[in-house]
Nanobody, 123 residues
Framework: VQLQASGGGLVQAGGSLRLSCTAS????????MGWFRQAPGKEREFVAG????????TYADSVKGRFTISRDNAKDMVFLQLNSLKPEDTAVYYC?????????????????WGQGTLVTVSS
């Protein structure tokens, strides 16, 4: 397994969660990383991306100001802090490694995908 996401769970609206993703060094090094999510019956959508050195981040408008992506290059890990959660944030969240070192919003830019972790937000 090259990417492993964890940290999902059941939380009430307004609550917080922190998702983690562990990657193999080969997949993680020099690559941008991202988080996507897929709600039941919907397409997988971009959530957040971060560049290799962490200096550039980008977010979907729906999560801007509530979610924060970060990475620890010494540990080959990427994180997604989810605050002020809403029921519409309920989805399976996936981490992914980009083909480039940049923060990208485009699904096609991501080459490696982990299994998802389920986030359920109750109202």
């Amino acid at each position: 397994v090259q990417l492993q996401a964890s940290g999902g769970g059941l939380v009430q609206a307004g609550g917080s969660l922190r998702l983690s993703c562990t990657a193999s060094r080969r997949v993680f090094s020099n690559n941008g990383m991202g988080w996507f999510r897929q709600a039941p019956g919907k397409e997988r959508e971009f959530v957040a991306g971060i560049s290799w050195r962490g200096g550039s981040t980008t977010y979907a408008d729906s999560v801007k100001g509530r979610f924060t992506i970060s990475r620890d290059n010494a540990k080959d890990m990427v994180f997604l802090q989810l605050n002020s959660l809403k029921p519409e944030d309920t989805a399976v969240y996936y981490c992914a490694a980009s083909r480039t070192s940049m923060a990208s919003r485009a699904r096609d830019d991501y080459r490696y995908w982990g299994q998802g972790t389920l986030v359920t937000v109750s109202s």
